[in-house]
């Protein structure tokens, strides 16, 4: 299964957008599936994963890399084509249960500095 999310800038905001017209870019997904996002910003767009700790001692974990693809070692660049991965949740929690994955999207040059922090649920 391939989710596709499309990257665009809506007045003076980030606005992520699946295939159907609808508007989020909170995910959840299994280990296997693949995610396309495609940056349609016509800017510079970046993306940047990081655990998301939840229960006694909730807060933000350090950089993880959610995919089985090749770790571009920092945040990921998103060009007008696309970039594709594929979910790998033991590359963040391993074991049983969900793991959590807060990600940011950062749109630069051309214009003012834009982001947003969506999530990635990862099933089994």
């Known amino acids: 299964m391939t989710i596709e999310l ?3 800038v809506d007045g003076n905001a980030v606005v992520i957008e699946d295939a159907h017209g609808v508007r989020g870019g909170d995910l959840k997904v299994s280990t296997g599936d693949a995610v396309k996002w495609v940056n349609e910003t ?3 767009c970046h993306l940047m994963f ?3 700790r939840l229960g006694p001692a909730p807060g933000y974990g350090p950089r993880v890399w959610p995919f089985s693809d090749g770790d571009p070692g920092g945040d990921l660049n998103i060009p007008p084509s696309g ?3 594929t979910v790998c949740k033991a590359n963040v929690s391993p ?5 959590y994955v ?3 999207v950062k749109v630069t040059g051309g214009g003012p500095p834009l982001g947003l922090d969506p999530i990635i649920i990862i099933d089994n």
Request: zero cysteines; charged letters at 35%; a positive charge.
């Open 83 to 85: 970039w594709i991965g």
């Open 102 to 104: 807060k990600y940011d």
């Open 6 to 8: 499309f990257i665009r």
């Open 95 to 99: 074991g049983p249960g969900s793991a």
């Open 42 to 44: 016509r800017r510079t």
């Open 50 to 52: 990081r655990e998301l």
